[in-house]
């Protein structure tokens, strides 16, 4: 499989990265070059075989249903570029 | 007195036991160290106040007797690592200044036996790269060099600070982690030892995610017995990391010089690649040979899917990225480039802050994710993944106690000599180290010779889960055998 340039356009956009007309072709190029290189997985015999879910044997461990973190809320706004307040600011989203 | 930075970690944890140097006067040769290897490019912040002061805590611990296993001893913390009141930016440019308010788990288990923290080193940004130059502030310079060439080459990476600074004797050992050879590789690069641990034997809390179900962490060192040492400290389980796992830390110092008779070596043949240079072949011949010296059986063994190893590894890798990635938002942390929406926001943000790689591996994460693709890419790749842990698994049924491969397919190579035109020629690289990871398992890369030119090489051992102590037995063999590596000053 290959993607064509307006995939490559929609990618970019699905992995919000901001992507010029100029950059395209070179990002098409580098994709496909990936994809042909993991085309290859295409002839594995994969028949019943389950997919890997946890790459050690292991139940995962449930935590206790406490609070035991919290009241931070200058460490958690500490490094945002822009706040008011314990609030982090973003352009108007809600119309 | 000797040079204190070239004693290796043991030698200096008992010349302070001794008293015959203070961390303080370790600590400030190091911080010298550093500061004549700019050139290096290993560290992104030097932490010279914090390491000087954690050195005269750890010198009054000494005097009191009341001293923690790495007690003084400094060491290089990878940029990943994050670090409380100092700079952590995965060397990337979208993380800007991060600071962060808390410590990783790893680090703060360093600092609990009381290692000293020269500063932060260098990688590869996200840990995405084999080389180090994706890193925002630059590649790393390798202190070894073809023998009369002044060309500098790649440590590797993506640890390739933490690499470089080990073998210029910057610092006593480094933390670095690992995805797909990103411990090993650099390591065989440089002529030092690094192991990554089984998944889940060191915690992933507060060190950015590259891939989760891949990422471990390790040590680079100077030896097989220095690397023992860190790693016994920056193991262990941690609550706050599911994945890691509650059961208790062998001493693994204790496995070193302990007798590898009657071990069974697997020497699988899929490793054997169509063009691999002779002298690789030969030092894995040799590594065997040493080996079977030390009393160790050595048995051919087949690993089928080795192969699909790297393609499966270059879906879920990227896979995990983009997902992992989607925090930065330029909203909670970090850079923030502006836009005339919030979907502008993030697109311009993540546009300015990503390098090229960075961009890369998170479309290519995003487009196997996507709909209509998840089964075709994905869900295979996972697939592949069972069959390539079982292989491990058959083989380690059949008694194999260790399997032993080259740690890389060449040595280092010049800045910008690989990956310019196709990006899979640099992906390479970890084609003897990515199969470890996605099976989960312990491997250790050891110094074991040098190739033509007088770079060194490496070779690894992979172990069962959990079974480190049995890498640290055979890894002291390899370095008994070939050896121990330092390159010619000329920074």
Redesign the interface.
């Known amino acids: ?1 290959s ?1 064509d340039a307006a ?2 356009r929609r ?9 010029s007309e100029g950059e395209v072709p070179h ?1 098409q190029g ?2 496909n ?3 042909a ?6 002839e ?1 015999n ?1 028949e019943g ?8 044997p ?1 139940q ?2 449930k ?1 206790q249903d406490v609070v035991d973190d919290g009241g ?1 809320a200058d ?2 706004v ?5 706040t008011e307040g314990h609030f ?1 600011l ?4 809600v119309e | 007195m000797t040079d204190l930075t070239s004693l290796t970690l043991a030698e200096a944890r008992k010349g302070l036991a001794a008293k015959n140097f203070t961390s303080l006067e370790l600590t400030d040769a190091h911080l010298s160290a550093i500061e004549k290897a700019r050139v290096l490019n290993a560290f992104v912040i030097e932490t010279p106040d914090q390491a000087r002061a954690m050195a005269r805590e750890a010198d009054s611990k000494i005097a009191k007797g009341d001293a923690g296993p790495l007690a003084g001893i400094p060491l290089g913390i990878k940029d990943l690592f994050a670090t409380r009141g100092v700079r952590t930016t995965a060397c990337s440019k979208i993380l ?4 962060p ?2 410590e990783s788990t790893v680090t703060s288990q360093l600092w609990r036996d009381g290692a000293v923290m020269l500063g932060k080193l260098n990688n590869d940004e996200f840990a995405m790269g084999s080389a180090n130059e994706t890193s925002c502030f630059g590649p790393v310079g390798n202190p070894w060099r073809r023998e009369g060439s002044n060309t500098t080459l790649v440590p590797g990476g993506s640890s390739g600070g933490s690499a470089s600074a080990v073998a210029a004797l910057l610092c006593m050992g480094a933390t670095a982690t690992d995805t797909g050879g990103s411990i090993r590789q650099p390591a065989a690069f440089t002529a030092t030892v690094g192991i990554k641990p ?3 034997r060191c915690s992933r809390w507060g060190i950015v995610a590259f891939a989760s ?1 891949l990422d471990q962490a390790g040590p680079i060192a100077r030896s097989v017995r220095d690397a023992a040492m860190l790693l016994r400290s920056m193991a262990g389980h941690d ?1 706050k990391d ?2 890691s ?2 059961i208790p830390v062998p001493d693994y110092e204790a496995a070193i010089g302990k007798s590898v008779k009657g071990m069974k070596i697997g020497i699988p043949r899929e490793y054997r690649l169509d063009g691999m240079p002779a002298e690789i072949e030969k030092l894995w011949s040799e590594g065997a040979a040493w080996l079977k010296a030390a009393g160790a059986e050595l048995v051919e063994v087949s690993l089928p ?1 080795t ?2 190893a790297l ?2 590894y ?2 879920v890798a990227p896979a995990e990225a ?1 997902s992992n990635l ?1 925090r930065y ?8 480039e502006q ?10 943000t ?2 300015e802050g ?1 390098g090229a790689e960075v ?2 591996r ?6 196997v994710l ?1 709909a209509g ?1 998840y089964d ?2 994905y ?9 390539i ?1 079982k292989d491990f698994e058959d083989c380690f049924a059949k008694g194999v106690d260790a399997i032993l491969t080259p740690a890389t397919p060449s040595a280092a190579f010049g800045i910008g000599e690989k990956g310019g035109a ?3 020629e640099m ?1 390479l690289n970890d084609i003897f180290t990515v199969t470890v990871n ?3 398992l312990p491997g250790i890369a050891v110094p074991a010779g040098k190739d033509v030119q007088g770079l060194p090489l490496g070779l690894q051992l992979i172990g069962r ?1 959990f079974d480190e102590e049995t890498l640290f037995s055979l890894g002291e063999v390899i370095e008994q055998a070939a050896g121990r590596f330092t390159p010619a000053r000329w920074w």
């Open positions: 499989m993607v995939t490559v990618i970019a956009h699905l992995a919000r990265i901001a992507v990002l580098e994709l070059a990936m994809l290189f993991v085309e290859q997985l295409s594995v994969v075989v389950e997919p890997m879910t946890s790459v050690t292991m995962m461990k935590r931070i460490d958690i500490a490094n945002a570029p822009a982090f973003v352009p108007k989203v | 800007g200044n991060f600071v308010t808390y089984t998944y889940g179900s609550p599911t994945t796992v509650d899917h192969k699909y393609p499966a270059y879906i983009s989607a938002d330029g909203v909670r942390y970090g850079l923030r836009g005339k929406n919030i979907i502008e926001l993030y697109e311009n993540r546009a990503f961009r890369r998170v479309m290519i994460g995003t487009y996507s693709y075709a890419y869900l295979r790749a996972q697939k592949v993944r069972t069959l842990k196709d990006p899979v992906y996605m099976a989960g889960p």
